[in-house]
């Protein structure tokens, strides 16, 4: 079958690489796609928030299935516009997607289906936000409501830093109207998790944890990005995690979303915290997560196409996915500067050498130009190193980044460490 994949980080060459692994794959095309991803796919030059040229090329392509890869356009109704023409998608609507559109949303959804979450206050103005801090103790978090590229969260550990950032949203829109409303939230300490859970609607079927590394510098310093690496799986995890999560997070959660008309179909992300009082949900996302799936999906011993195809046709088949028992770890190899402004362009040197020694290398930010693979955005590269336990994976990925190179090339040093630190291992 044909298949569009919608998208074009590190997250979609996953896609990519696991989706062309099914024997139902005959040709697999991907807007806009990115320089490694073009060796899988057909690249064609139409942008992931393109919605009408995304559909007039899977009515012209007899596509078969189209998988939406990154948030804004699942936000903006791609599935809805598509669902009108027949055309078959994987993805939550519009209204099911809120769940990560708006934070606010997410905490309604939970709160009515009692799952367990921080406490939060949401504000529709800076001088009402700040006067709201008083009813929080440090650290303050302050979130932009809407979608802000994983990076519209602030722990502040004064209320000096919390004026700042509710400011810097609110009346800077630093973060554009995703900071026209803020939740103020109650900090949640302990260390956190992500878990995917596959939906149809009813069922969920949940995916291995992982746990990824969002300040820029090592030892968690600096501002949080979208994501410096992750790994899986997660040692420090208790017993019956992935249960427990799907009892009391994802199962009410989609049974909300059904009682109220808008049913959830596709990945739901669950973000969460391991407190002392047991598990508690920080987000929601609607698609995979992004560098976690760099992690989760090679260790997915299932057809992931057919899988898709279940969620939003027959419904899920299984009551389990099987995973292997190998480790990986994904060390993100970014733009200097990034958070910040930084340049493009630069030529990438080393990526055939980076997996001749079983690492995977996917393209995050990249671009060919006459046979030259160049930088075109702040995450560059996802390096994946693989191994029978968490050490051996890391050890890969940290040999093969050795061998990677571009101008301003900056990449964390301690990915996995904490949980090397509680095994005796180190990177």
Same mark, same amino acid.
């Given at each position: ?10 997250? !979609? ?6 989706? #062309? ?16 991803? @073009? ?16 559909? $007039? ?13 990154? /948030? ?5 109704? *791609?599935?809805?516009? +598509? ?6 998608? +994987? ?11 708006? #934070? ?8 009515? #289906? ?12 800076? /001088? ?5 801090? &008083? ?9 932009? =409501? ?8 602030? *722990? ?15 009346? =800077? ?70 249960? !427990? ?12 979303? &059904? ?63 099987? +995973?292997?028992? =190998? ?7 970014? @733009? ?25 290398? +996917? ?29 051996? &994976?890391?050890?890969?990925?940290? &040999?093969?980044?050795? $061998?990677?190179?571009? !101008? ?8 996995? @460490? ?7 291992? @180190?990177?």
């Amino acid at each position: 079958m044909k298949v569009l994949l919608v998208g074009s980080g590190g997250r !979609e060459h996953a896609l990519a690489w696991k989706i #062309k692994q099914s024997r139902h794959c005959t040709h697999l095309f991907c807007a806009p796609g990115n320089a490694g991803i @073009s060796k899988l796919a057909t690249c064609v030059p139409i942008k992931a928030d393109d919605i009408e040229e995304l559909v $007039k090329f899977a009515h012209d392509m007899r596509v078969e299935l189209t998988v939406v890869g990154p /948030e804004a356009p699942l936000a903006a109704g *791609i599935v809805d516009r +598509f669902q009108q023409e027949a055309l078959p998608v +994987f993805g939550p609507t519009r209204a099911a997607a809120q769940l990560e559109a708006s #934070k606010s949303f997410a905490k309604t959804i939970m709160r009515k #289906k009692n799952v367990p979450t921080a406490q939060a206050k949401r504000v529709h103005d800076a /001088e009402s936000a700040i006067a709201a801090l &008083a009813e929080f103790k440090p650290p303050y978090v302050i979130k932009a =409501d809407g979608l802000a590229a994983g990076k519209g969260v602030t *722990i502040a550990p004064t209320r000096q830093e919390a004026e700042q950032a509710i400011r810097e949203a609110m009346v =800077d829109r630093v973060f554009g109207e995703a900071g026209s409303l803020v939740l103020l939230e109650e900090f949640l300490d302990g260390e956190e998790l992500s878990i995917f859970g596959l939906s149809d609607g009813r069922k969920v079927l949940p995916m291995v944890p992982a746990q990824d590394h969002k300040r820029i510098f090592d030892r968690d310093q600096g501002p949080n990005t979208g994501g410096m690496g992750a790994y899986s799986p997660v040692p420090q995890a208790p017993a019956g995690i992935i249960e !427990e999560t799907v009892r009391r997070v994802m199962c009410p959660v989609v049974e909300g979303m &059904a009682e109220q008309g808008t049913p959830y179909k596709g990945v739901l992300y669950a973000g969460l915290v391991m407190t002392t009082e047991g598990i508690k949900v920080i987000e929601f996302n609607c698609r995979f997560g992004d560098p976690e799936t760099q992690v989760v999906l090679p260790r997915l011993q299932e057809d992931l196409l057919l899988l898709m195809l279940e969620c939003i046709g027959t419904g899920l088949r299984s009551d389990r996915l099987a +995973f292997t028992d =190998d480790a990986a770890v994904c060390v993100v190899a970014s @733009s200097g500067g990034y958070p910040g402004p930084y340049k493009n362009g630069y030529p990438i040197t080393g990526l055939d050498e980076a997996e001749k020694g079983g690492a995977l290398v +996917f393209h995050a930010g990249t671009k060919a130009s006459d046979g030259t693979v160049l930088t075109a955005g702040g995450r560059v590269l996802n390096v994946i190193g693989r191994g029978k336990d968490l050490a051996g &994976a890391a050890g890969q990925a940290y &040999a093969a980044l050795d $061998k990677l190179s571009f !101008e301003g090339m900056h990449y964390r040093r301690d990915i996995a @460490s904490r949980a090397l630190n509680r095994e005796g291992g @180190s990177t």
